[in-house]
């Protein structure tokens, strides 16, 4: 039996019949509280022992403070575990862990953030503004520290008997039992820190994690991060207070990054020794992963031009490595977090060596293929080893959906089957021992619905319903909730490209925004509930096209290939054909088309208002990329080389040098902190702009990063006000 999803008429015909008419939908209310999407848990876990289910859950009064709670799942029962306004101090956060935080595209949230299970299932470790504590499930809770310095990177060990953390650069060990935390690696060097992931972990490489206990609790690998080699910037976070300068180290395309080794010692400090990942220093240690015996340590170690991605298998002693498997590209390697070491000594994996990420079996030197065909595997979600079976999430059915399928990977020829049900988009989280699935589905209808279900797929209990019913949050608009209709283009090369429609109800013409983001591992079109600002858009007369160009994530390596060594090239031409696509339906007034995009879709703006100056009515650029010398190293490199090999394709890529053609009307945004997408891009772009004597309209925000958290009101307003004057009404 697979999970059902409430159905858009169903849905439709319930609002009707208790509401007469829709309630106008507001600018105000798309980003108030409580969210009108419903409940947006976050982190879910399940218990050790599978009786609970935790998850971080939002206030329906504050939809960005997040609670700890957890869901009986025998039950069904909710309850809450921690409250994060009883423990906070409101103390301001460091610099350390806010740049974290935005890096982990959390920089809204607040409260709790993570969490960690111990393994008898009996507590938790919580870390709450820079401290840590030990939760009961009786709603107790206890302070593990309390110290001036931050506390990150907290974890408990596997058997429960330590928990770990960094403080100051250095990583201490504290003993659950009693004692004082111990420093078992660190140095007197500010530039110099142990157990953290460096900046391009977090940023580029989807690696968090500095450090990983064995699961015996006998070592621990952790890494050392030398910031020295690394370029030192003065960034300029301009406030509405004044200006604060901060010091950073930032690796710029071409320049070197942290020199980053990898160590193992014991949790009193004893037994150090560093793991040989080779002879070049300028290599990114990727993924750290344990054997299941303790004994064996895999390494990821990928080169710096990101073509060759080696397995490393480490003595847990002696930290001596030998190359256990290697993949290789004439792009670029796509990292993923599906290795999982199995107890008979074999490795899990998936590769795109086919052209496609499939999943493999690596044993004795050899690679079987467990999934083939021409889609792609998302992610391994669990495996049951005992019964040879694993589950991971995919697109076997269509590239608008990703759906739960399971495998018995021990039969030969056998197929993978799908858990979940035909319209939606899923994801899932498995225990260790493969029994349960908490899965998140939604629907073009139906905001997430959260449920536990077992190994089959079967429901077994509700963790959030989030039922469209009268008490919903976004009851009393959804008689006017609009679908979104689905459709593909075919692109020059021959390959289709999937958009997505929202319009209003009647013949049109219709004033259109084209959404764009267009750069790698996106996956922006698909069979999810629409965001609640495209609704209000569509409520104002406007209908909102996007598409999923070549470039884009989850579609296979000839897809996502053409922009290699080419950014701004095979989009900008895909986004052209929508454009054209557009201009010739009746639905779309041809003369009222706006591009709205932010970071690689501000990007896209600009790199389609310089190729086709007159198509477009407007563009609105967010926080883009204009130079990409100053965007940092792993993310550039793998897409456009290394600058002090061939600088030709940054040349070409880049925004400034055609700025002159710019011709519409264009609206620029930016937050004058942000520490990814630098504002140095934007005063660059304001400079070629006013050389060449173009007009523009400019919006900055002091004090804010990359993600402009809490202003999202009022860069619509500007948006709204800007399109208003430019190319058609939309009430402000």
């Known amino acids: 039996m697979k999970p059902r999803l409430f159905t858009g008429l169903a849905l439709l015909a319930l609002t009707l019949a208790s509401h007469a008419a829709a309630e106008p939908l507001t600018l105000e209310r798309v980003f108030a509280s409580p969210a009108l999407t419903g409940p947006r848990p976050r982190v879910l876990k399940l218990s050790p022992d599978g009786r609970l289910t935790t998850l971080l859950k939002s206030r329906a009064s504050d939809k960005d403070r997040f609670d700890l709670w957890a869901v009986d799942t025998a039950t069904g029962q909710s309850r809450m575990l921690v409250d994060s306004e009883k423990l906070a101090s409101g103390a301001a956060l460091s610099e350390a862990e806010r740049m974290n935080r935005e890096r982990q595209r959390i920089a809204d949230v607040k409260g709790i953030t993570d969490y960690a299970w111990a393994p008898d299932a009996k507590n938790l470790l919580v870390p709450v503004e820079g401290d840590l504590w030990v939760a009961g499930l009786d709603g107790s809770v206890q302070r593990l520290t309390q110290t001036p310095e931050t506390e990150t990177d907290a974890r408990l060990s596997p058997k429960g008997g330590f928990a770990s953390f960094v403080r100051g650069g250095a990583l201490f060990v504290q003993p659950l039992a009693g004692g004082a935390a111990r420093q078992v690696a660190g140095e007197a060097s500010s530039q110099v820190s142990w157990g953290v992931a460096e900046f391009i972990a977090q940023e580029e490489l989807g690696r968090f994690d500095g450090h990983w206990w064995a699961p015996d609790d006998s070592r621990i690998a952790v890494t050392r991060v030398d910031e020295r080699p690394v370029k030192q910037v003065t960034r300029a976070a301009i406030g509405a207070d004044g200006t604060r300068l901060f010091t950073q180290a930032y690796p710029a395309a071409g320049t070197a990054n942290a020199d980053v080794s990898l160590w193992l010692v014991n949790p009193d400090g004893s037994g150090k020794v560093q793991v040989d990942l080779g002879a070049s220093?300028?290599?990114?240690?990727?993924?750290?992963?344990?054997?299941?015996?303790?004994?064996?340590?895999?390494?990821?170690?990928?080169?710096?031009?990101?073509?060759?991605?080696?397995?490393?298998?480490?003595?847990?002693?002696?930290?001596?490595?030998?190359?256990?498997?290697?993949?290789?590209?004439?792009?670029?390697?796509?990292?993923?977090?599906?290795?999982?070491?199995?107890?008979?000594?074999?490795?899990?994996?998936?590769?795109?060596?086919?052209?496609?990420?499939?999943?493999?079996?690596?044993?004795?030197?050899?690679?079987?293929?467990?999934?083939?065909?021409?889609?792609?595997?998302?992610?391994?979600v669990g495996v049951d080893e005992r019964r040879g079976r694993l589950w991971f999430t995919g697109f076997a059915d269509s590239t608008l959906e990703k759906h739960v399928y399971a495998l018995d990977f021990r039969k030969s020829g056998a197929k993978p089957q799908r858990l979940t049900a035909p319209g939606?988009?899923?994801?899932?989280?498995?225990?260790?021992?493969?029994?349960?699935?908490?899965?998140?589905?939604?629907?073009?209808?139906?905001?997430?619905?959260?449920?536990?279900?077992?190994?089959?797929?079967?429901?077994?209990?509700?963790?959030?319903?989030?039922?469209?019913?009268?008490?919903?949050?976004?009851?009393?608009?959804?008689?006017?909730h609009v679908v979104p209709q689905f459709g593909t283009l075919t692109a020059a090369d021959g390959q289709s490209m999937d958009w997505r429609l929202l319009k209003p109800a009647g013949p049109g013409p219709f004033p259109v925004l084209l959404q764009v983001y267009g750069g790698p591992h996106a996956?922006?079109?698909?069979?999810?509930?629409?965001?609640?600002?495209?609704?209000?858009?569509?409520?104002?007369?406007?209908a909102v096209f996007q598409l999923d160009n070549r470039g884009s994530n989850d579609r296979g390596m000839a897809f996502?290939?053409?922009?290699?060594?080419?950014?701004?090239?095979?989009?900008?031409?895909?986004?052209?054909?929508?454009?054209?696509?557009?201009?010739?339906?009746?639905?779309?007034s041809p003369n009222k088309v706006a591009v709205n995009g932010w970071s690689y879709g501000g990007y896209m703006v600009l790199k389609l208002l310089e190729a086709a100056p007159g198509q477009f009515a407007a563009g609105i650029s967010g926080a883009p990329v204009t130079r990409w010398e100053l965007y940092d190293t792993a993310y550039t490199e793998r897409y456009l080389g290394n600058p002090r090999e061939d600088a030709g394709p940054y040349q070409r890529s880049g925004a400034l040098g055609d700025a002159g053609k710019i011709k519409d009307p264009l609206l620029l945004i930016h937050g004058m902190a942000d520490d990814n997408v630098v504002f140095e891009n934007s005063t660059a772009l304001m400079t070629a702009l006013q050389r060449a004597r173009t007009p523009f309209d400019l919006m900055v925000y002091p004090g804010a990063t990359h993600a402009t958290p809490g202003l999202e009101v009022h860069t619509w307003i500007t948006r709204l006000k800007f399109l208003g004057r430019t190319v058609a009404p939309t009430g402000y």
């Open 523 to 542: 996956h922006n079109v698909s069979k999810r509930f629409p965001a609640a600002i495209e609704q209000f858009l569509v409520s104002r007369g406007w």
């Open 424 to 480: 939606g988009w899923h994801e899932a989280v498995m225990d260790d021992a493969g029994q349960r699935l908490i899965i998140t589905g939604s629907t073009p209808s139906q905001p997430a619905q959260l449920w536990l279900a077992d190994g089959t797929g079967k429901r077994l209990a509700w963790i959030a319903e989030n039922r469209l019913d009268a008490a919903h949050p976004y009851a009393p608009y959804l008689a006017n």
């Open 281 to 380: 220093a300028d290599i990114y240690v990727a993924r750290v992963d344990w054997a299941a015996d303790g004994k064996t340590l895999y390494v990821q170690r990928l080169a710096r031009n990101q073509q060759r991605l080696d397995i490393l298998a480490v003595d847990a002693a002696t930290g001596a490595a030998r190359v256990l498997a290697s993949e290789t590209a004439k792009s670029w390697i796509n990292l993923h977090d599906s290795l999982r070491a199995l107890k008979d000594g074999s490795i899990l994996w998936a590769s795109e060596r086919s052209g496609y990420r499939h999943l493999y079996r690596l044993a004795g030197g050899t690679a079987q293929q467990l999934t083939s065909g021409r889609w792609v595997v998302d992610e391994l």
């Open 560 to 588: 996502e290939e053409p922009i290699f060594h080419a950014m701004g090239g095979v989009e900008v031409q895909d986004q052209l054909q929508a454009l054209a696509w557009i201009k010739a339906q009746p639905w779309a």
